[in-house]
């Protein structure tokens, strides 16, 4: 059996029960975060990973960071 059938056969028929009854919380988090999706211009795009290059953390944070509004 080639490593393919092998990962066909695993995805095919998986069970994450024990898994999920296992699975605990990372902790508490004070809300809950949402997907969403916007849509820079690469240029925009690069220069965000720049400042979040620089900043230390990943660019999604930087944005979040930059869009809060208390």
Do not use: F
Request: glycine letters at 8%.
């Amino acid at each position: 059996m080639s490593n393919m059938d092998g990962l066909r056969g695993y995805c095919d028929q998986p069970d994450m029960s024990d898994a999920i009854g296992q699975a605990a919380p990372e902790g508490p988090a004070d809300e809950v975060l949402v997907s969403t999706s916007i849509r820079p211009t690469k240029t925009v795009r690069d220069r965000v990973r720049v400042h979040a290059d620089l900043a230390g953390v990943p660019a999604p944070a930087l944005m979040r960071q930059w869009i809060t509004v208390d």
